[in-house]
């Protein structure tokens, strides 16, 4: 899938970019920039795609993403829903953005900012912050967006030590992973990319979506692996594993409805789905989330 690229905007008065966002459409593209980016969603749930990952996100998640890696957070339909007894689901968001060498060339090479350093190289894979850093880290992000001065540096630095110094961090994109930017080819990309979120849960043929693409199936097999490194249909079934565990995680359907509302119409093509791609089965992953 190729990302967009977005112009990160900045002010005069600060070095780097501190924000809170409550609406859960805020750069909702496939998207990527050359600045660092510290997001803390205190509020929110959906799906996430980052670099070649795709897994639910969830309240209190925390991710440091790395220089031109590329990320999209889907929320749920139900944020986008509202009736005359229902109102819309909130979001609340935290985002920081920042150049890795906005406090000069040769601060990061300084023997006393290892620690930051290799964080900052860990994260070209994005890390997701887990545990008991979590809530400590999640709440510096809060207070930095309304922080001037120098306090604002360092607290960003404070934020960046201890996420090194976390023993629950785990990396979200594989080693692998790159991605080659062509700005022509964006807009193709992205239709195939949002037609197979709206549509996951029925059957998606490869005349359907070379359709979309406006390519023939042999045609837009070659192009869909060359991109992305992986086939159209496993593409979707991770899509329809995230929405699955997503369900799991939330405990009110049956598995077996899990599996029909994921969009596959086989249980044990399910299963074996969801094993591969997360190495348990559905009622594993559903034990080892709750415990």
């Known amino acids: 899938m190729k990302p967009q690229l977005l112009k990160v905007s900045k002010d005069f008065v600060h070095s780097f970019s501190a924000r809170r966002d409550t609406t859960p459409d805020i750069n909702n593209r496939w998207h ?112 930095i967006v309304n922080q001037e001065g120098v306090s604002k540096i360092i607290c960003l630095m404070e934020i960046l030590l201890n996420i090194g110094e976390s023993k629950d961090n785990n990396f979200i994109a594989s080693v692998g992973f790159q991605h080659n930017i062509l700005e022509n080819e964006k807009d193709r990309i992205y239709t195939i990319y949002k037609y197979a979120l709206a549509n996951f849960k029925k059957k998606i043929t490869l005349e359907e979506i070379s359709g979309i693409a406006n390519m023939s199936p042999n045609s837009f097999c070659r192009y869909f692996k060359s991109k992305t490194r992986k086939s159209f249909s496993t593409f979707l079934n991770e899509i329809r594993v995230s929405h699955a565990c997503k369900l799991l995680i939330e405990n009110e359907l049956h598995v077996k409805e899990i599996c029909y509302e994921s969009g596959f119409y086989n249980f044990s093509s399910f299963h074996k789905c969801f094993k591969n791609i997360t190495g348990k089965n559905p009622l594993k992953y559903h034990k080892s989330f709750k415990k």
Do not use: M
Not at 73 to 79: M, P, S, T, V
Not at 85 to 109: C, I, M, P, R, Y
Not at 111 to 125: M, S
């Open 32 to 143: 990527y920039h050359p600045e660092i980016e510290l997001i803390y969603l205190k509020k929110g749930h959906g799906t996430q795609f980052l670099g070649d990952s795709i897994t639910p996100f969830l309240d209190g998640d925390l991710i440091l993403i790395g220089s031109n890696l590329p990320h999209y957070w889907q929320f749920d339909e139900a944020y986008f829903e509202a009736s005359a007894t229902k109102q819309k689901l909130s979001a609340d968001v935290v985002v920081v953005h920042f150049d890795q060498n906005f406090w000069g060339n040769e601060f990061l090479n300084l023997p006393e900012n290892k620690l930051i350093r290799d964080t900052l190289e860990q994260a070209k894979r994005g890390i997701k912050i887990s545990g008991e850093a979590q809530q400590t880290i999640g709440a510096k992000i809060e207070k």
